[in-house]
Structure formats: structure tokens, C-alpha cells
């Protein structure tokens, strides 16, 4: 499987602010998928980047509040835009494997807002 | 109805013992099925993937599908600490992307 790293790791913010999280894969992939998982919840997909195109996001969340770019195949990045307390979660981001048919996880962002 | 189910538990087991986890699903057209492990403050790990019904062994797991009763299930022998985590099961509904739809998710915790 795919080696996925995504930074940063872990981040405490400030409300109304933003943050990028970067995630890089060791091989070329073509899905790439955004999760958020909220303390003691499952996973919630945020969204699936696709390179070359835009994202395609799940009921719920929207372009202006998690802009999501793909300029290659072995990296996406997620903002979290304009930051509320409520957004305090675990981001991960996946990446698919069509001979599998399945996904592999990076390690995760935990995300903190103040 | 939930697309996929599974019993949040905790499930309790001592050491040694069978841990037996259930999943039902509810898309008869679903493809493929995965069992992925998540340590608490860790990212999920896949364990198992099943793609067709009966039994599939892997050490001391066991996937089991039987898709007219839309159920995956995982069995873990001779259960070890260790294997305390949650354990989510996926499905993939066959869209030919590598979409998945996760259960809540069940907690298993064996004691020594």
C-alpha cells in the first residue's frame, strides 16, 4: 500500500482563522478522499479531489469552507477556512486503491480551535 | 435505515476468547467489504477486505460474508489485549471508485 504523510500533524488555532493541511503519497494515486472524524464519531467524508478536477463534496460541507486542491497525482491539500470551535476534529485524508477497491489512511491532523 | 450498521458496544472479552464483531448493510448492490482497525488516537488500519460470500482467514482474523443476508461479520481468535480498538466496517457499493460508506464503528475491549 501506499506510504500517505500529512502535516501538520497537530495544530491548535485561533477562531476566524485558517489552516492548511498537506497530504503526500509516495506513488501516483487518482482518488484522493478528505475525512473528518469529530471525537468519538466515525468518519465523515468531507470530500473526494480528484486530480485535474474540482472536488466533489459531500451534503454538508461546501467549497468556501474547505477548499480542496489536487495539482498532482501524489498530492491535496484542505483548508479549514474561517475557523470555528466546532471544527475541532481529526482531518485524514485517504487515498484509493482500485486494484483493492479500497483506501488507505494518512495519519491524520488533529485539529484544535480556541 | 442506516447504510451501515454496526453495534457501537463496547464488546467485552477476555483474553484468549473469540471476539465476534457484526456489521449489516443495506444496498444489495454493494461489491466489496472491508474490516479496518482504529487505535484510539490513530488513523484507521485495514484488516480484512471480502469480496465474495463465505469465509476468508487471515491469522487469527476471519472475515464472513453472506450477501442475501447483508452481513459481514469478523471474527478475532484467541483475543489479545492488543486488540482493543475500534473496528469499522466499510462497503464499497461498486461505483467503480473506491468509495466507501464506514459504520459508527464497534469498541472491543479485552481484558487480561
Known sequence: ?114 | QKEVEQNSGPLSVPEGAIASLNCTYSDRGSQSFFWYRQYSGKSPELIMSIYSNGDKEDGRFTAQLNKASQYVSLLIRDSQPSDSATYLCAVNRGTGFQKLVFGTGTRLLVSP
Open chain 1, 1 to 114: 500500500s501506499a506510504v500517505i504523510s500529512q502535516k501538520p500533524s497537530r495544530d491548535i488555532c485561533q477562531r476566524g482563522t485558517s489552516l492548511t493541511i498537506q497530504c503526500q503519497v509516495d506513488s501516483q494515486v487518482t482518488m484522493m478522499f478528505w475525512y473528518r472524524q469529530q471525537p468519538g464519531q466515525s468518519l465523515t467524508l468531507i470530500a473526494t479531489a480528484n486530480q485535474g478536477s474540482e472536488a466533489t463534496y459531500e451534503s454538508g460541507f461546501v467549497i468556501d469552507k474547505f477548499p480542496i486542491s489536487r495539482p498532482n497525482l501524489t498530492f491535496s491539500t484542505l483548508t479549514v477556512s474561517n475557523m470555528s470551535p466546532e471544527d475541532s476534529s481529526i482531518y485524514l485524508c485517504s487515498v484509493g486503491d482500485p486494484a483493492a477497491d479500497t483506501q488507505y489512511f494518512g495519519p491524520g491532523t488533529r485539529l484544535t480551535v480556541l
